[in-house]
């Protein structure tokens, strides 16, 4: 069952977030029908966009520069699956 902007799945909540990293660009993560937009603003030089399934340090991956870059705004279209995913940026 879904609504707005959360999920339950098998009794739990699902949950996309993006965890801000101290001198890093903004993140935010917008709804979009089965998807979410995470952005940030443009530019941001030498930041990378990476995720996470839980908050493990040594988890963190990079997200491929798929992005769309319309000189104010960066962004990227990602599934709302299930279960948890954190966004960050990182330099």
């Given amino acids: 069952m879904s609504s707005g902007n959360y999920t339950l799945q098998g009794g739990f909540w699902g949950v996309v977030a993006a965890v801000q990293t101290p001198g890093a660009p903004l993140l935010t993560i917008t709804p979009s029908g089965s998807n979410v937009i995470v952005s940030w603003p443009s530019p941001s030089?030498?930041?990378?966009?990476?995720e996470n399934l839980g908050?493990?340090?040594?988890?963190?991956?990079?997200?491929?520069?798929?992005?769309s870059d319309n000189g104010t705004i960066k962004s990227i279209v990602v599934p709302a699956g299930p279960g948890s995913w954190f966004y960050r940026l990182k330099k």
């Fill in 55 to 67: 908050l493990d340090p040594a988890a963190w991956s990079a997200v491929p520069p798929t992005n």
């Fill in 45 to 50: 030089t030498g930041f990378g966009l990476q």
